[in-house]
């Protein structure tokens, strides 16, 4: 099935550094989603995107759905301890099947040791 | 608080079982579906469900199948259980098309 690229796989935070991840796709999106699962949990939802352009923050969170809809980006800031966890990017489609999501392969923070 | 329950958090099979995963959403959402989560391969959609009684195969249907037989219930029949099929399995729900899905916990199945 259709995939999204998401970078980085892995990644390590020390605590108060800023982090970045992205998504990018081959086909154009009407809605990006974010979600953040914790060891052990499902994937809870962070940010979702509904337009071009459009920036939106939760907390630390900000993301934004790239004006080419084809991309996604998520920084946050001053890291903490607790955002350990894998971070989940997903398109989305209106209409028939194109309406279910499209899932990155997720980005994994972990604490520097 | 709305939820996706899963009915075990952890199971230990043995192979050629068959095994029930059964998932309870109490949100009224009409599409439930069924991943399974491996480390490097990301989340795999295997069933989704768009009504009552209706299913449809997603990308990895192969050794599975489901059962929608309530609007809040969907489940997930693993028919002979085989060790490649040791996963975690999330089971998620939505409201018609255009909205995000809520996941339950997971069951984390192991076939031995």
């Known amino acids: 099935g259709q995939q999204l690229n998401q970078s980085p796989q892995s990644m390590f935070i020390q605590e108060g550094e800023d982090v970045s991840m992205n998504c990018t796709s081959s086909?154009?999106?009407?809605?990006w989603l974010w979600y953040k699962q914790d060891p052990g949990e499902g994937p809870v939802l962070l940010i979702a995107?509904?337009?071009?352009?459009e920036l939106t923050s939760n907390g630390r969170l900000t993301a934004q759905f790239g004006i080419t809809r084809k991309d996604s980006f998520l920084n946050i800031s001053a890291s903490i301890p607790s955002d350990v966890g894998i971070y989940f990017c997903?398109?989305?489609?209106?209409?028939?099947?194109?309406?279910?999501?499209?899932f990155g392969k997720g980005t994994k923070l972990s604490v520097k040791p | 608080d709305v939820k996706v329950t899963q009915s075990s958090r952890y199971l230990v099979k043995r192979t050629g079982e068959k095994v029930f995963l059964e998932c309870v959403q109490d949100?009224?959402?009409?599409?439930m579906f069924w991943y399974r989560q491996d480390p490097g391969l990301g989340l795999r959609l295997i069933y989704f469900s768009y009504d009552v009684k209706m299913k449809e195969k997603g990308d990895i249907p192969e050794g599975y199948s489901v059962s929608r037989e309530k609007k809040e219930r969907f489940s997930l029949i693993l028919e002979s259980a085989s060790t490649n099929q040791t996963s975690m399995y999330l089971c998620a729900s939505s409201p018609r098309q255009g909205h995000g899905y809520t996941f339950g916990s997971g069951t984390r199945l192991t076939v031995v």
């Open positions: 949100m009224d959402h009409e599409n």
């Open positions: 997903a398109g989305m489609n209106y209409g028939g099947s194109q309406g279910n999501l499209i």
């Open positions: 995107l509904y337009k071009a352009g």
């Open positions: 086909s154009i999106f009407n809605t």
